[in-house]
């Protein structure tokens, strides 16, 4: 739990009456940070690709620049290339997810449950942790029928540990208190489940989603290299081999704006379900 002050929210409290300007001028704040960040980077970019194109030695990757870049990106999207690479990656990114929370919540309480288990589980699980999903790749291509599964297991594979580890982490840190209350006023175990369990846990499940949602986007492009004909690393690979530079780094770019988008929306989901409430 976020226990930090923000010093316009103690003067929001003070002064109730400007709080929605004080509200305005830190969101004003925050995007004129952003924006400088954000501008910092594409000029840094753009110095990057006068350098290359002025090198005769790399002119062939001037494409990598941000005018070739933004315009071949303008296309893709009008067009609908964008959205039609991006689709089965995002569907194989759910199934993969689908699976780590499936499987991942459940152990998650038990090892935060049980210290039987948490001991007898914790030298494998930190083992298999440790081992880069990649490396299951051979396995997975022998074990399912298509590319599309055994990328899915990959996912899976990468993703389970955080939501696993935040998820015993997070059951830990509920009061036992709370249980010895439940048991005397008559609730069952799925009543504990539900109305106690869930909802302490709820922030810290969502926060280990967030962890595996990024570890997730980072394999999927290299685990879509091989065997599979769409997603956003099966452009990117064809895109090399064809030499079309500037859609390489347009793909670049759709594949960082939907994993940031991918991570707000996780992040917006934990501050949902924070038990302190911004009114």
Known sequence: MDLTVDLDEVAAL?????????????????????AIGTAVLLVAWWIGGWIVARNPATANFADFAPVPTFERLWTMLASGE??????????????????????????GILVGRFRAVREASSVPFQFLRMISPLAWMPIAVMAFPTWDRAIIFLIGVAAIWPVLFSTAHGF?????????????????????LLTIIMPAIAQDVLSGIRL???VAWIVLVPAEFLGVTS????????????????????????????GFALDMICGQAIRWASWIRED
């Not at 003070?14 to 952003?34: C, E, N, W």
């Open 82 to 107: 964008a959205s039609r690479m991006a689709w089965p990656s995002l569907w194989r990114i759910g199934g993969g997810l689908a699976w780590a929370i499936a499987l991942g919540v459940p152990f």
């Open 14 to 34: 003070r002064h109730p009456k400007d709080a929605p300007l004080r509200r305005l001028a830190g969101a004003a704040r925050s995007f004129g940070f952003a």
């Open 231 to 258: 997603g956003l690393g099966y452009a990117i690979n064809d895109a090399r081999d064809t030499l079309e530079y500037d859609r390489l780094a347009a793909t670049v770019v759709i594949i960082g704006f939907i």
């Open 172 to 192: 830990r840190r509920i009061d036992p208190a709370w249980f010895k209350v439940a048991r005397n006023l008559g609730a069952r175990p799925w009543h504990m």
């Open 212 to 214: 595996a949602v990024g």
